[in-house]
């Protein structure tokens, strides 16, 4: 009898590092993807703030807000069985105190189904993680480029702060994060910080030696509506096939072929 597969935890993805089974996660942001992206075998989802730019249009993360993050975590949660599914913290809901972050990131366990949340880390933020740790949210801590600080690093460019990188990657683990997601920085330096740390880290434009790597999954579909960044990769190109159906659509219902009789009641 076949039986379900085991959901994934935060403690799976350590033992999956230990075994060097490459760890997958794609983004997502709504009950279908979630399911299709579960279904499809990925072990981890991110709800991450990037659906400021893919899903509402915007040029950056920042206007992300801690109830759309909530909203769309919750459609996530109820959407998965298997894979482990983690929240990105959006721009100032845990930059205010650990009271405040602890606050959101508890709302993120209490109402959506999901497991863990992330936090763009810069430097001695390892005693937030702690605390939250400490209260019982797993953390995914994320360093290298962090989109929340676009103004003050001037851009999106590749981080190479061999030094601080190390340290950072060191002191969130101390702090008791599960993994360390590493956003463009230089693949030899990204296998460095795999090497030197025991949690597994993600890679996104940090190189094939990561423990595992994530796609934002607009990206990963060819759904991407401006440029698409160098270091993702089009599996499929869904806004061609999304683009041709519906023009189709349009083409059948002004030439009177659809509905036809089949689509119709008697
Ligand atoms: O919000 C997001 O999509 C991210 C990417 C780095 C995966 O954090």
Same mark, same amino acid.
């Given at each position: 009898? $076949? ?16 075994? @060097? ?10 009950? %279908? /993807? ?9 072990? @981890? ?43 990105? /913290? ?62 003050? /690093? ?20 101390? $702090?008791? $994060? ?7 920085? %230089?693949?030899?330096? $990204? ?34 509506? @401006? ?28 030439? @009177? ?10």
């Amino acid at each position: 009898m $076949a039986t379900a597969e085991a959901p994934i935890t935060v403690k799976r993805f350590m033992e999956m590092k230990s075994a @060097g089974h490459k760890i997958t996660m794609v983004t997502a942001y709504d009950y %279908p /993807m979630a399911r299709l992206a579960d279904e499809a075998g990925v072990d @981890g989802i991110l709800v991450g703030d990037s659906l400021a730019m893919v899903v509402q249009g915007h040029d950056t993360t920042l206007p992300a807000t801690m109830q759309q993050m909530l909203y769309h975590a919750e459609m996530v949660g109820r959407a998965v069985r298997r894979a482990l599914v983690v929240v990105d /913290m959006p721009f100032m809901s845990y930059q205010l105190g650990v009271r405040e972050a602890l606050k959101n990131a508890g709302r993120v366990l209490k109402q959506t189904r999901c497991q863990a949340v992330k936090l763009e880390c810069g430097p001695n933020q390892a005693e937030l993680v702690a605390a939250l740790v400490q209260a019982g949210i797993p953390v995914m801590a994320h360093l290298g480029l962090r989109p929340q600080s676009v103004h003050q /690093m001037g851009g999106y460019s590749v981080q190479r702060d061999r030094q601080q990188l190390l340290e950072d990657s060191r002191a969130v683990q101390q $702090a008791g $994060a599960f993994a360390i997601l590493l956003e463009c920085i %230089p693949a030899e330096l $990204a296998a460095e910080i795999t090497a030197s740390v025991q949690v597994p880290t993600i890679g996104i434009g940090a190189g094939p030696h990561c423990d595992g790597q994530i796609q934002v999954l607009h990206d990963l579909l060819g759904l991407t509506l @401006g440029r698409r960044p160098r270091h993702a990769k089009a599996y499929t190109d869904l806004k061609t096939t999304i683009q041709q159906a519906l023009a189709q659509y349009c083409q059948e219902v002004r030439e @009177g072929v659809f509905p036809a009789l089949e689509h119709s009641f008697r």
